[in-house]
């Protein structure tokens, strides 16, 4: 059972368009989420956070948008750059920030 | 900036043999968690760890798998008759507040 979905494996964006990874979760109790971004042979490395009783929540290029009613929320990258280039990661935590449920990732190509 | 260490970055071993991934993590952390990825598959929680103790656990935290902070710094996984599915990236993950930092693992090969 799949409480945290990235039903895009991959997504490949023209450098200086918007990058857009959405993220899709089924249990309710969620009420703090993360993005996180993984290169090859690395671990993930934190990106930005929302929690519950915000709807949006900015950080530079990054802006992460919570839908509640639809348990959805996004990942905004804009402008897009190459060094973008990752697997990123959507987590969900019931418990304001501990033990998260990952995503399966979804693999941003930035093109020059 | 602070990291979280994780050694060694590659371990193999023989199935059925005890291995020990080892992690330092931040010095002021007080939660600490262990994350493993199978190939090609999402990052999968298995322990997290707070004041000494075991906090939470997975389903794939079974009786094979252990965790210990010895001596106030290091974090350690043992996991004591290795399976060939054991095969994975380990990520060891600190954290103080909002976010972890993790390490960048160790890939242990089970052959």
């Known amino acids: 059972d799949q409480q945290v979905k990235q039903n895009s494996p991959s997504l490949s964006v023209q450098e200086g368009r918007i990058s857009i990874l959405n993220c899709d979760y089924t249990?309710?109790?969620?009420?703090?989420f993360l993005w996180y971004k993984k290169y090859p042979a690395e671990g993930p490395t934190f990106l930005i956070s929302?929690?519950?009783?915000?709807d949006k929540n900015e950080d530079g290029r990054f802006t992460v948008f919570l839908n509640k009613s639809a348990k959805h929320l996004s990942l905004h990258i804009v402008p897009s750059q190459p060094g973008d280039s990752a697997v990123y990661f959507c987590?969900?935590?019931?418990?304001?920030?501990?033990?998260?449920?990952f995503g399966p990732g979804t693999r941003l190509s930035v093109l020059p | 900036e602070p990291e979280v260490t994780q050694t060694p970055s590659h371990q193999v071993t023989q199935m059925g043999q005890e291995v020990i991934l080892r992690c330092v993590p931040i010095?002021?952390?007080?939660?600490f968690y262990w994350y493993r990825q199978i190939l090609g598959q999402k990052v999968e929680f298995l322990v997290s760890?707070?004041?000494?103790?075991?906090?939470?656990k997975s389903e794939i935290f079974d009786d094979q798998f252990s965790v210990e902070r010895p001596d106030g710094s290091n974090f350690t996984l043992k996991i004591r008759s290795t399976k060939l599915e054991d095969s994975a990236m380990y990520f060891c993950?600190?954290?103080?507040?909002?976010?972890?930092?993790f390490g960048s693992g160790t890939r242990l090969t089970v052959v």
């Open positions: 760890f707070y004041n000494n103790e075991i906090s939470e």
């Open positions: 929302i929690s519950s009783i915000k």
């Open positions: 993950a600190s954290s103080v507040g909002d976010g972890y930092t």
């Open positions: 249990n309710s109790m969620f009420d703090y």
């Open positions: 010095s002021n952390h007080l939660y």
């Open positions: 987590a969900a935590s019931g418990d304001y920030g501990q033990n998260f449920v």
